[in-house]
């Protein structure tokens, strides 16, 4: 099976979903402690990818170049670098771990 379907079957479902919830809304906010769930929800996710692309490999857990080089894009991002230039530190820090092991 490829890729591209599953796609296009969770781009779709990502559209819908998108326009069934102000549909419901029907033009109502939600309640202020449900807006600070939301607001978390993006952030706590890209999170989550993160560390499961960073610490697996298929169903194992791992320390590579890649945790290197996340943690050198961490702490750039903690020192305020912009984001372009700490995923370029990451990136590098990565290939030249990788060179060295």
């Not at 591209?4 to 079957?9: A, D, F, K």
């Not at 979903?17 to 706590?44: E, F, M, N, Y």
């Amino acid at each position: 099976m490829t890729v591209w379907p599953l796609i296009l079957v969770l781009a779709l479902g990502t559209v819908a979903l998108k326009v069934v919830g102000p549909l419901l809304a029907g033009g109502r906010q939600p309640p202020p402690p449900l807006v600070r769930v939301i607001s978390l929800l993006a952030p706590v996710l890209i999170t989550a990818l993160i560390v499961a692309g960073t610490f697996t490999e298929g169903q194992q857990l791992t320390v590579d170049a890649r945790v290197a080089g996340v943690g050198v894009g961490a702490v750039a991002l903690w020192l305020r670098a912009p984001a372009v230039v700490a995923l370029l530190l990451a990136a590098v820090t990565c290939a030249l771990v990788r060179a060295i092991s």
